[in-house]
């Protein structure tokens, strides 16, 4: 079958094409009227479409890939592509409306089709990605929780950890007591014994000695809460023992006592006060120097950078406390703290103060929050009973404290209105590790006190030997 007079090379070439496909499929066996059948056309107008008369249009070409598929003769991805090529090519040239009309609407209906195709994997793509936003927050709900039960975990260790520090501390003093309550068991033996002793002594003595003996069993009984286990003293340093007397016992211990000159460099014994003005210049450096680099000074930002840099000095001169403490230092006079089992007494150039022993409820030491030029001391800070005769007096300036500077506001109201509050009594100069064990330990030996927060060993085993503190 050839190609027919008449039409155009582009009809012509896609008649070609087309007889080609037939061609291979009944070169085997085939004819054109199994094609014709299956495709639902007539063989005649099979034939025009293999001669050129007639167009075929695009659907035909989908039929006859779908029957040859059918017949396992497929079409291959070229020949498919050049049959829809040469179709439109033969469907643009044909000068009959009618060609160009079914032309058209076959391709309407092709676009329509691939729109129908693209919204549907656009909604298929949306879906998923709404999936997978769906999953994300999931995720990052599922990672907040999970840094949360983290942040749970390490305050509940850090608890944990806490407690158990707790726990052992709370041993620790436990261990303390027990060794105290069977040091008070042996000192109630002893008295009970010199008791008995001098009971016995009180039947046998002469009228006249009656006050004697009881003036020893009240010595021994007012002195049996100091005692470390052995007879108890009596007052006039005596031991009654019996119808005898033995002679004094070394029982009082000597004063702790120390001493700063006031040459001390401050800052070695106080904290800088102007840490926080030298943080703020740097923020402000900062501040100044962004202005600079994106802000309003960022066309003209020489002022800026000197400002940031002279900020920048300041701040770093002021946090690293680089000024020299020449003032504070002539401002602190020398000063004495002293330690005995009457109290504590505090003295310098200005005066004295002392603090009874039975008046001390608490001591502390920490820095005062009143500063000697720009410098917070360090100092010792104590506690009242409400009940004290010290409580009910104003107290002075703390030892240090210079004449010309107004004193801490704790020491111009009088303690005992606010029974918490912490009284400066004495500015503290450096301390080294020994120097602050001595100190703790010798609070605890003659004021029975411990400082706050701060753990002191078992107090019956110290006693002081020549102003220092031994074991």
């Known amino acids: 079958m050839g190609t027919a007079k008449g039409i155009g090379p582009e009809a012509a070439a896609y008649a070609t094409a087309l007889r080609a496909v037939v061609h291979g499929f009944t070169g085997r066996g085939g004819t054109q009227r199994e094609i014709a059948d299956s495709v639902h056309v007539s063989q005649a107008a099979l034939s025009r479409y293999l001669s050129g008369e007639r167009i075929a249009p695009r659907s035909f ?45 076959g391709e309407l209906a092709r676009v329509q089709a691939k729109k129908n195709a693209g919204e549907a994997e656009l909604a298929a793509l949306q879906e998923h990605a709404d999936q997978l936003e769906q999953a994300l927050r999931q995720a990052r709900r599922s990672e907040e929780e999970r840094r949360a ?54 039947g046998t003595a002469a009228p006249g000695s009656g006050p004697q003996v009881e003036t020893a069993v009240s010595g021994v009984s007012t002195q049996a809460t100091g005692a470390g286990g052995g007879p108890a003293p009596s007052p006039g340093g005596t031991f009654a023992h019996g119808n005898k007397e033995r002679g004094t016992s070394p029982s009082q211990t000597s004063a702790y006592t120390v001493s700063w000159t006031g040459d001390e460099d401050p800052r070695t014994f106080t904290k800088n006060g102007l840490a926080i003005p ?16 994106e802000g309003s000074a960022k066309d003209n930002p020489a002022w800026a950078y000197t400002s940031s840099l002279i900020f920048l000095v300041g701040g770093a001169v002021l946090c690293g406390d680089m000024i020299p403490a020449d003032k504070a230092k002539s401002a602190i006079p020398a000063r004495t703290l002293s330690l005995d089992t009457c109290g504590l007494t505090a003295s310098d150039t200005y005066g004295i103060q002392h603090f009874a022993r039975t008046s001390i409820k608490k001591i502390s030491i920490h820095h005062i929050s009143e500063r000697i030029n720009s410098r917070t001391p360090l100092a010792l800070h104590l506690q009242l009973h409400w009940w004290s005769p010290d409580a009910h007096r104003k107290s002075g300036p703390p030892a240090e404290w210079p004449l010309e500077q107004d004193p801490p506001d704790a020491c111009n109201r009088q303690p005992h209105t606010s029974p918490d509050t912490w009284v ?45 503190t031994r074991t």
């Open 424 to 468: 400066p009594v004495c500015v503290l100069g450096p301390l080294t590790e020994p120097d602050r064990t001595d100190l703790k330990n010798a609070l605890a030996l003659h004021l029975k006190r411990r400082i706050e927060g701060i753990p002191v060993p078992a107090l019956p085993r110290l006693r002081l030997v020549s102003g220092r």
């Open 278 to 293: 030298g943080s703020l210049l740097l923020v402000a450096a900062l501040a100044v120097l962004y202005t600079a680099i």
């Open 61 to 105: 070409i989908a039929a006859l890939e779908a029957f040859l598929a059918r017949e396992a003769r497929p079409l291959g991805a070229e020949v498919r592509a050049r049959l829809d090529e040469l179709c439109g090519l033969a469907h643009q040239a044909s000068r009959s409306p009618a060609v160009q009309l079914a032309y058209l609407k």
């Open 149 to 202: 039960l983290e942040e749970r975990v390490a305050g509940q260790a850090n608890s944990l950890q806490h407690a158990e520090t707790y726990t052992r501390q709370l041993q620790a003093e436990l261990t303390t007591l027990q060794e105290q309550v069977v040091l008070i068991q042996r000192e109630v033996k002893v008295l009970r014994r010199q008791n008995n002793i001098l009971v016995e002594e009180e």
